[in-house]
């Protein structure tokens, strides 16, 4: 089994687009203007609108509704990252900070309220860890 991707849905396909195209520098790949999807080496974040979720199950998923769910993003500078969305992120839930485990993240919110992790290894076991 491969994990491939992760969807959100979102009432504003277009605007939750522009942000993770700034977030990421990651270019979307559009199918229609329902769906969408930023592709990396390692994982697939797609986006679909509201008009998608009863393609598959009316009412099964609804928009800027995650309390559970943490999205995260291996970077090369997470504080390029935070300088890159100041101007566009309101609020951070943390600022730059080195966790325990020796990774330096950045917690935010995305316009729809989705909890996002950007971080970068520090130490040298999260190097390690990462290294590919």
Do not use: H
Request: proline share 7%; aromatic share 10%.
């Amino acid at each position: 089994m491969d994990f491939v991707s992760i969807r959100i849905i979102t009432s504003d396909v277009a605007r939750l687009v522009d942000f993770y195209e700034r977030a990421t520098g990651v270019r979307a790949d559009w199918s229609t203007e329902d769906f969408a999807e930023l592709r990396t080496p390692s994982a697939t974040l797609a986006i679909g609108s509201t008009r998608t979720v009863a393609l598959f199950a009316p009412g099964s998923a609804r928009p800027a509704a995650n309390d559970t769910v943490i999205i995260e993003f291996l970077v090369a500078d997470v504080d390029g990252v935070y300088g890159n969305l100041a101007d566009l992120v309101p609020d951070f839930v943390t600022e730059p900070t080195t966790m325990p485990w020796g990774n330096r993240s950045l917690l935010l919110r995305d316009p729809d309220g989705n909890l996002v992790n950007f971080f970068t290894p520090v130490t040298p076991a999260a190097i390690e860890k990462f290294a590919s």
